[in-house]
């Protein structure tokens, strides 16, 4: 038996069958008993320490002696023999426990106990020189841990103790980790990871240290020097004391920039901003194939990653690519490419949509690259040509035309620029390194039980059975079994995940038995089809095959996604039955969502809500592994519902980006920004499919709502191109005026354009939205004919006033200041300009904040009072970098030097793309 208090208690068979624990006295008698470790506990005190002082029971002792009947009943029947591990010695009773890892008797649990394992292991790792040994085995400790100790009984006074002392290991435990990690030179990770931990234990100073030197080898000294200020005061304000003699000496180390801490990056700005997602689960089974595949990317600048799907592409590469980050100057991009829908309109998988995806992810703003000259994949290759990053392009199966048409352009034109690619199949460009991601190597259908538990698919379907179902072990009854199941999976990662996820339901023998009905015919006509198709999609079929109708009508519809969804999305699609239409307690989409989710059919992707994150408050999103949404598209398509799926899934996001749009122009604005950029694949699908059915009301709604967003995110190629498809289904004058705004903000505009917009501005009903499309057209040419702007400008302010727009008020004002202050009128300029900071401050607008504060900082340029000019344009870069996505190439620098002032104002920088729209001056 084992026995588990690192977490809830629990109590497994020697095969790693859960045991049971009838009652919560006896449960808390065993973790009574586990915490004197072996020492005898008076009746007396357990019968207060089990019923408090509370209600005692007629008979106290009477009634511990059939609980202690009871604990001793349940040992026995997992093993024979296992009621002698309770002892009955006066005064009262003891776990049979020896103090040299030996056996006391017939038998002692403390080889068994998750604890004293634990405590083995960094006993072990303590004594050990070698860092990678360290580490390994010290992973293999803190794995040990499910939870809190003594989870269940933490409000017992008798766990308490050693509940804490338990803690106080496994931080320490954590705390060598980090150091055997540093030694290794896994800074980078080490950040996010321990920043965490620092927050929660501000005064654990070998934590700290280790936190600080993480920091430093990122190349992020200011925040080092951050932390130990903070730390040196905590410990003056709360305990009265100075540092530690050796963070003292790592302090000074910093600053004297030591040789012997190691070479500090001058890009830790660049590699913040590395965006690889968290690992869910860890990689099993592939170590050589990160090390090969991180040897190949560092010798050439295309390597492609090609393998049936499932076989775990993506995850490798993004391991590979999370161990070089420190090795490219502006770090690692991952572009997914998956998002982009192609059974959409004729046009969607074209490079100039591959170009919107990875400026996105690269951050690029139309303005960055408005400069260059060229078609718009030349445009993006100049604005990354001085980059030297690592590009991670997921999915390329999708798109495999014109990605490799960008990618070819991308690699001539950037030589600093190196792609890790994952696909189905080769690129076929010059100069491609191809790497087959294997499948995991299974056993031999005559391999002994150690052969078995070697290897990588027998390891991965462990690891994920065990998340399962807690306690899961291959051994000796079932490893055959285990073995026959992997090898008629091929060692497809996905499809074992799949396999071991049915364990809540079958047990290892009928899943091999059912595995092998379903999988004979279909191995036997291998030849004609590709792997994936008849591995896969077998296994699709069958997990599909132990769904009822409602999970399968609901996994059916929520293919519809093409990018990952919420559950009021998914609630959208699914439309269920309305109330009383379908028998009582018909289960709602939540419930079937967990299902699906608990059948690994469904994952939960994305922060479940964080309150520090005023963007983040849709709660847990949820995805489709590729596979599974590919197959969900071809059951919609067979049950007839394909088109009603994505009329849905239109009115859903049309509907999401209306409710977001006000949002955009007030306090909210960032959660709104959040929202739209969460769901933005989704977004350009929905487009798409409005265009194509030519469904002239919704088009018009979403591209009308969506273009603000896309004018703040400075997307404006984008928005032109949605704008132009839908105006040729419906010239609304709405659009009309939002088409033309956008091409006078990208340099395009014409007097004909202009004449065209403000007689579309006449057709404008409603005063509101007639006021805002003038204003945006006004503020749109506010660097050209100053006559126009001021006429549009004084007549945008009275209907704003009409209507009591305080934020279309606020707008038209900061707009005259800057006609105002081209004109030399310098007072009526600061009046205005003034009050339109003070109405954004009301309504809470940033992006109106920023421009306002812009406009005052010019005024006290040309005014010479240079000093108030650089405390404005630091307060607006401060709001740019709130409002903004951060990018890590290029600066841009506001305030006195530019405006012949003798001193530069360094801290007046900020990368030049994070400035929002029209903060940035040609001058």
Known sequence: MRFGVLGPLAVWTEDGTPVRIPELKVRALLARLVVAEGRIVSSDRLVEQLWGHGRLPRNPIGALHTRVSQLRKVLDSVRPGGRELVVSERPGYRLRWSTAMGVEGS????????????????????????????????????????????????DCAFAKPAAARLEEERLAAVEQLAEARLELGEHSGLVGELSELVNRHPLRERLRESHIRALYLAGRQGEALAGYADLRRRLADELGVDPSPSLVALHGAILAQAPELGAASETGYERDRVRLPSAATRLVGRAEAVARVRSLVSAHRLVTLTGPGGVGKTQLAIEVARGLDGTFADGVALVELSGIDTASAAGTSSPQRIVDVLASALDIRDEDVRRFRGDDVTRLAAAVRSRRMLLLLDNCEHVIEPIALVVRRLLDDCPDLSILSTSREPLSIAGEWLWPVPTLDVPAQDADLATILASGSVTLFADRAAAAVPGF??????????????????????????????????????????????????????????????????????SWELLGEPERALLRRLGVHTDGFTLAAAEA????????????????????????????????????????????????????????????????????????????????????????????????????????????????????????????????????????????????????????????????????????????????????????????????????????????LAHAQRGGGLTTAADLAERTLDEFGEVGDHWGIAAALNLRAEIERERADLEAAHRDATSAWHLFREVGDRWGQIQATSTLAELAETEGDFERAAGLHSEGLRMAGELSRQRPNGVVAFGPRAHGHPEPAPWLTLPAQSVPNGLIRED
């Open 107 to 154: 038998s002692s649990i403390e080889d068994t106990v998750d604890a004293i394992e634990f405590r083995a292991l960094t006993a072990s790792a303590d004594a050990t020189a070698d860092a990678r040994e360290r580490v390994t085995t010290l992973s293999r400790a803190l794995g040990l841990w499910r939870g809190p100790a003594y989870a269940d009984f933490a």
């Open 473 to 542: 072990r291959v051994d000796a009854p079932n490893a055959v079994a285990v073995a026959a199941i992997c090898r008629r999976l091929d060692g497809i990662p996905l499809a074992i995940e799949l396999a071991a996820s049915r364990l809540r339901v079958l047990d290892v023998h009928d899943l091999a038995a059912r595995l092998d009905d379903r999988f004979g015919l279909l191995v036997s006509s291998r030849r004609d089809a590709p792997a994936r198709h008849r591995t896969l999609r077998a296994m699709i079929d069958w």
């Open 573 to 776: 699609v699914a439309r269920r039955k309305p109330a009383g239409s379908g028998e009582a307690g018909e289960p709602t989409t939540l419930d079937l969502l967990s299902r699906l989710v608990d059948r690994s059919l469904v994952v939960v992707s994305g922060n479940p809500g964080n309150p520090g994150d005023p963007a983040n408050t849709e709660g847990p999103r949820y995805a489709l592994l590729e596979s599974v949404r590919e197959y969900c598209v071809e059951q919609s398509r067979i049950t007839d519902e394909y088109d009603e799926l994505r009329t849905r899934h239109l009115h859903h996001y049309v509907g999401l980006v209306e409710r977001a749009r006000p949002l955009l122009y007030g306090a909210e604005q960032l959660r709104g920004l959040g929202r739209l950029d969460r769901n933005l694949s989704n977004i350009r699908t929905a487009l798409d499919t409005a265009v194509r059915v030519a469904d002239v009301e919704q088009a018009t709604r979403l591209v009308d709502a969506l273009t603000w967003y896309c004018v703040l995110r400075g997307c404006l190629n984008e928005a032109g191109r949605a704008l132009d498809a839908v105006l040729a289904l419906n010239p609304d004058p709405r659009l009309v005026a939002w088409r033309a705004g956008i091409a006078f903000l990208m340099g395009d505009g014409t007097t004909a354009l202009a004449r065209r917009a403000r007689s579309a501005h006449d057709e404008i009903t409603a005063t509101a939205e007639r006021a805002r499309a003038r204003w945006f």
